[in-house]
């Protein structure tokens, strides 16, 4: 197979890196034995990788730096673990309900099919419009449903919005103590 | 011979109480969040902004720390976020190739050699000058794989990436590297053969 001059390159930077496999290791290691063309390559690489690890330099932040930072979290405490206030048992009862809720939704709708009929074009024998959704909505269950659904809406979003206003406290704070 | 904490070490007793601590762990990886991020912001005032917000959230979200991964890892996925959060929110800054400002922030750098190496001094300069000039990812790349000594799979989690697609972003950072050496430092180039 010939080698591409990228392609030798390619082999030869991972082999240098240290994140060829095995088998390719052995294979390049015959290689540079044998072939100069890859010993050459070999020399080139190696000499790069080593000028690249020896010669980057990290930038500084000032003097100051961190006694910025410590002085910034000294306003702060460390917040909990999530996994301590996140009951996963919790979210995945949740999560049961309404599965449980939506099967026995598609058990109910394929119990009353009538499979038997023929000639119509749908097997549903229950006439849409004959539904009285009136009735329904005057259910004082489906209305406690409903009003339960509005009242958790609203907690959520005074939650939302009380979150977003302690931040935007904090940053108050934050820019009125620079 | 004292042999210094580890990361873990510390990040007990900060969880501990012992918040003092804390200040151990900045002054180990202030440079390279501080170098990570000034590739992204040209101005070092907005970079030193950036990297005490990336210290703040790690303090805070300590207890996070599970330590399945390296502190560092964990420390530069908060800084790769933290900066792409804040280059989302404010607009980009044109970069400039205007290549005398490029040197003028490289030459800034502290090359910890003394002034009579001037040969290694100017190898020194010639790779930081030509990793400047390289886009912010592709730089991020090249110090996170040689300086910060992250593996693949590391700076796939630290950049949201799979490892092959870090493995063929390293090896495209190198070639653009190699590219830019050999196009602005010829003379320099030249000298090292």
């Known amino acids: 197979m010939m080698d591409t001059n990228s392609n030798i390159e390619e082999r030869l930077w991972d082999y240098v890196d240290g994140i060829s496999s095995a088998h390719e ?114 259910s004082t269950y489906v209305n406690i449903f409903l009003m339960l659904n509005v009242i958790i809406s609203l907690v959520l979003f005074d939650k939302y919005l009380s979150v977003k206003k302690k931040k935007l406290q904090e940053q108050d704070l934050t820019n009125s103590s620079i | ?81 933290t900066c792409i959060t804040h280059l989302r929110r404010k607009k980009p800054d044109v970069f400039s190739l205007d290549q005398e400002n490029v040197f003028a922030r490289a030459e800034n750098l502290n090359s910890g050699f003394s002034a009579n190496d001037v040969e290694q001094k100017s190898k020194i300069n010639m790779v930081n000058n030509a990793i400047a000039l390289l886009s912010p990812d592709d730089a991020q790349v090249i110090t996170l794989f040689y300086k910060a000594e992250q593996s693949l799979d590391e700076i796939a989690t630290i950049m949201g990436l799979e490892t092959n697609t870090v493995k063929v972003r390293l090896h495209r950072a190198r070639q653009r590297l190699k590219e830019k050496m050999e196009k602005h430092f010829v003379a320099e180039l030249s000298d090292l053969r």
């Open chain 1, 25 to 138: 290791k052995s294979v390049i290691e015959k290689l540079l034995e044998t072939d100069c063309e890859w010993r050459h390559k070999y020399k080139e690489i190696l000499k790069a990788s080593i000028l690249l690890q020896e010669s980057i330099e990290l930038d500084e932040p000032s003097m100051r730096f961190t006694q910025n930072v410590m002085e910034d979290i000294a306003k702060y405490k460390i917040a909990p673990a999530a996994s301590t206030y996140i009951n996963k048992k919790i979210i995945y009862g949740i999560a049961g309900v309404f599965l449980t809720i939506i099967v026995a939704m598609f058990v109910y709708v394929f119990a009353n099919i009538d499979w038997t009929s023929t000639g119509s074009a749908s097997g549903i024998t229950f006439d849409l419009s004959k539904i009285n959704y009136g009735k329904i909505f005057s």
């Open chain 2, 1 to 81: 011979m004292t042999t210094q904490p580890s990361d873990n070490d510390l990040i007990a007793q900060v969880l501990r109480g012992n918040q003092q601590l804390f200040a151990e762990l900045v002054k180990r990886y202030q440079n390279f969040v501080f170098t990570i991020i000034l590739r992204y912001v040209e101005s070092r005032e907005d970079a030193e902004e950036i990297s005490q917000d990336v210290f703040v959230k790690a303090y805070r979200s300590l207890a996070d720390f599970r330590g399945d991964s390296k502190f560092s890892t964990w420390l530069y996925t908060i800084t790769s976020t």
